[in-house]
């Protein structure tokens, strides 16, 4: 979804919200039976489904999924190329994770919109007066992750959504390596997180940003905060 | 940006946000013959970017989807000469060089 798009939706979404909440409650929800709406599962965002019965995405992609390729030896070019890069490549595990237990649920609680395209941001919320805000969002499983590194192609990218956009980008790191699997396999403990945020983007480390105690609540008073007033480590 | 392409171990460029991997992956299940997407999507590598290409350039769908494919496409079709493989990051690493500070200024 397109920037403009996405903040035209999110605006939409609120008038609807504030629109509903004016007027009677009651009725609304009266008509609502919880026993025929699933809500809670990961890939529903947490969110009840539209319709009793409705198939989970999980359920869906498993009737249309396909047969697995088979892994590929790397040759010993790609072994180099891949070593020569100062990144490493993302477990398709821990982006099951970061997709279904993060950044949606992330986006509604601060209050923004994930957007589901290609734009140099993940999530993006109005800010207060003429500016918006788009946060690039991390999620950290291991603590060996522990350096965000930005090439300059990549940061050009997000100078050039800046400056159209009028916008300040911020980049949120969720910690979660005392969450993931903190109890088995596929048992997460949310309360274990840790927020590190910075202003801007770039290359650093994470135990080098400002660790956010105050939860979702401090979180959204630093987007706003002006650059010099930011705590060290957050500018 | 939550997921950067790595091309050639050492260009990287914006791939999608998290979502838009997660629909990225969505729609390559839906292929049909396209085992270097399906390989991407799966192990998070490709090393024969050409046939890359001509599976995603096959099929590029509407929305956003499509606009992901097709700046997927472009970036691959600039690779830089000789590379060999693409692999999906999401900008984490350990290099142990001393801390970049920001850089947006002096890109402006």
């Known amino acids: ?235 | 940006m939550g997921y950067y392409a790595i091309i050639g171990g050492e260009q990287q460029v914006p791939l999608a946000s998290l979502s838009g991997w997660s629909e990225f992956k969505a729609w390559a299940d839906t292929l049909d013959a396209s085992d270097e997407i399906s390989h991407l999507c799966e192990y998070g590598f490709s090393q024969n970017i050409p046939a890359l290409i001509a599976q995603l350039e096959a099929s590029i769908p509407a929305g956003s989807v499509g606009n992901t494919v097709r700046d997927l496409i472009g970036n691959l079709r600039a690779a830089p000469e000789g590379a060999e493989s693409i692999f999906v990051s999401d900008g984490m690493g350990d290099e142990d060089a001393a801390d970049i500070p920001l850089l947006r200024r002096a890109l402006q």
């Open chain 1, 1 to 235: 979804m397109h920037y403009s798009a996405a903040i035209r939706d999110l605006e939409a979404r609120k008038a609807r919200y504030s629109s509903r909440n004016a007027g009677s409650d009651r009725a609304f929800y009266a008509a609502w039976d919880e026993a025929k709406h699933p809500r809670g599962q990961p890939e529903n965002s947490g969110e009840f489904s539209k319709t009793p019965g409705t198939k989970s995405t999980a359920e869906k992609s498993a009737a249309t999924k396909k047969t697995p390729v088979k892994r590929q030896e790397p040759t010993a070019k790609t072994k180099s190329e891949i070593a020569k890069a100062s990144h490493y490549m993302v477990d398709a595990k821990i982006q099951r994770y970061a997709e279904e237990h993060n950044e949606k649920r992330f986006a509604k609680r601060i209050g923004g919109l994930s957007l589901d395209d290609n734009e140099p941001v993940d999530v993006v919320l109005p800010g207060l007066g003429p500016r918006e805000h788009g946060i690039e969002l991390k999620t950290m499983v291991e603590n060996k992750n522990n350096k965000i590194t930005m090439k300059r192609s990549a940061m050009e990218a997000k100078a050039k959504w800046e400056r159209k956009h009028k916008a300040k980008i911020h980049t949120v790191v969720l910690d979660d390596s005392a969450v993931f699997n903190a109890n088995g396999d596929g048992e997460h403990d949310e309360s274990k997180r840790r927020i590190f945020y910075r202003r801007g983007y770039g290359s650093f480390r994470v135990g080098t940003m400002y660790e956010v105690k105050g939860g979702m609540a401090e979180l959204k008073q630093l987007l706003n905060v002006d650059r010099k007033k930011l705590p060290q480590g957050a500018a």
